[in-house]
């Protein structure tokens, strides 16, 4: 008799059985993988060294329906019939290559084009949402501020009404895809201080006024993530998005769907990682045995995918809350926190399962590991979270 074949334990066997996936999802997630593996794998270390990719790209993932994900078809989207699976398998995919935060960029739209289309005047449709569904334009979304981004009561970047016109002064930093947008959904200070005196203005990029520059230091991850300088910037009233001094009123969908994407895209990253660490496991030999026959070896491979199976058990069950009209937002906030700290786990144990080679440039882990702590700071940092989690509560 022969032995049983043991399971592969690759990226895909790492995500434990869905009771909620169905094969709309997985058509899907076909979809995304038939196109990442064309468009963007071959070209993935030419586009890390380079830290950006073509703007073709844009257009590419438009064609393959990938940018307009969620959208109405009117505007040249695939259509509103989606669910939060749908934002989660995007996240997975692009992220199963341990592509890091240069897709970012290509995502930026999901958060930034929703208030354009919802609260800003009908004509955006056309000139706003319908090029950037088809990836001819680029929109970023620049809230965080030099002087810090948890803090957003304290934004100081103003817009004064001046006739028919705001005067933008002030700046942002951190901004995905800033350095080659067309457009700019800006947090501004159209009022008093605090979250009450905070507007949405659409902000031509190209306007006089307006420069950017590669936010130092970020290069490596990606050159396109920017701060913008707002130079006496005069942008038209009618590029109010919403209602004045509300700005932040309608953005609470926005925030659920981005922390949704980053806990998704830190699960991808951990399962590519741990399927990395597993196959050289079983490849490297040390002391006369396997790596992976060595039960300390052994424990730590256990207990990632013990994590990392914990927080989809999780994972389900928030996207069934919130499918049949529940807002948990405690629950999410704890499972953004659960999700990226279980990456820093993963990647930290993965790079010690490979050793030196993880610094040889010939795998994916050393990449994740570095990228593994900006989810824990962007999109909600940590401990930003457990105090909304912590008044959600109640506590
Ligand atoms: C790769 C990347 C992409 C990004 N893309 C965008 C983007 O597209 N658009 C955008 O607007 N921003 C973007 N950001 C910025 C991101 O949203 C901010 O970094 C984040 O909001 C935290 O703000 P900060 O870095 O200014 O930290 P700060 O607000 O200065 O906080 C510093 C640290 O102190 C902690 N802290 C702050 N206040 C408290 C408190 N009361 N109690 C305990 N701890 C506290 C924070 O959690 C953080 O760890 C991006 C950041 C990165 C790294």
Known sequence: M???????LDFDSLRPPSPFLT??????R???????QTEVAPNLDAWDAAATFPDEVYTKAAKAGVMGMGFSEELGGTGEDIDLYHRIIFAEEFFRMGSGVVFADLATHWIALPPVIAFGPPEMRETVARPVLAGEKKIAFAVTEPSGGSDVGAFQTTAEKRGDHYVVNGGKTLISGATRADFLLTAVRTGGPGVGGLSLLLIDAHSPGVSSKPVKGLSWYNGNNGSLTFDNVEVPVGNLIGIENRGFAGLANQFNIERFSGIAATLAMARTAIAEAIDWARQRHTFGQRLIDHQAMRHKIVEMIQRVNACYAYLDILVWRFGRGETPVADLAMMKIQATTTLEHCARESLQVLGGRAYTGDNRVERIYREARIFVIGGGSEEILRDLAGRQLGL
């Open 23 to 28: 094969e709309r999802h997985e058509a899907w």
């Open 30 to 36: 076909r979809q995304l993988r038939a196109f990442i």
């Open 2 to 8: 022969t032995a049983p074949e043991k399971p592969a």
